[in-house]
């Protein structure tokens, strides 16, 4: 890594920032506001399974005015199938309330952490005056947990899937980032936590891969 890397893109969830607890956790105190007690762990598995079941959160053919209310029905769908598979679907009669709060929470800084790491690399890359973008296949309230995080004033370009009509690891979310830069695949790194999405993606798309590899728990 001693050439200079002309940009360097980061991942979000996993590499930056982290969900606090679980996301099982997070939605079973929600639930409860909604007249449902829920077992976070029975949640928090049946969730990861349905979230690796579902398509790619991308959307090539919605016209871009329309991505926000598919992005909410993406999530909103994977919610439903979370609550379906613990058991809880029949007797969740409140949960489009709950779906209109749990989406809006995970807009705000409260269900979210930033690792130990986080602000002591971007800090250190900003003062040696390297830009940084991000490159992630969040959804677009990513552009509210940036800033309620204090991570927007580090990125000059902010890459997500379903503004491209594609995600990671497709190389086109990669070359839509490259082009915000005007800079060729070889000159710039990639930083990711996913060995699919980041690290086989970044690579296949011609750039310094990183692999961070956080620890669970």
């Known amino acids: 890594m001693n050439q200079r890397p002309q940009v360097i893109f980061l991942d979000g969830v996993g590499t930056l920032f982290g969900v606090r607890g679980s996301v099982g956790m997070i939605y079973a105190q929600i639930a409860r506001r909604f007249d449902l007690d829920a077992d976070a762990e029975a949640l928090n598995q049946a969730f990861f399974q349905s979230f690796r079941e579902a398509p790619p959160m991308a959307f090539p053919a919605v016209e871009v005015t329309l991505v926000p209310q598919r992005e909410f ?59 940084l973008g991000l490159i992630s296949n969040f959804d677009s309230r990513i552009h509210r947990v940036l800033p309620a995080l204090g991570l927007d004033r580090f990125f000059t370009s902010v890459t997500i899937s379903t503004e491209v009509g594609a995600a990671k690891p497709d190389y086109k979310v990669f070359e839509t980032a490259l082009k915000k830069h005007g800079c060729e695949p070889t000159a710039a790194w990639h930083i990711g936590d996913s060995f699919r999405e980041d690290y086989k993606g970044a690579k296949a798309a011609g750039m310094r891969a990183i692999w961070l590899k956080r620890r669970e728990g």
């Not at 058991?87 to 929470?105: I, K, P, T």
């Not at 807009?107 to 971007?122: G, H, K, M, N, Q």
Request: charged share 20%; proline share 3%; hydrophobic share 45%.
């Open 73 to 131: 029905e993406w999530w909103r769908a994977i919610a439903h199938q979370t609550f379906q598979r613990a058991g809880y679907g029949v007797a969740f009669s409140r949960f489009g309330e709950f779906f209109d709060a749990l989406y809006e929470h995970f807009a705000t800084a409260e269900p979210w952490f930033l690792y130990d790491d986080t602000l002591i690399a971007l800090k250190y890359w900003q003062s040696q005056g390297v830009p």
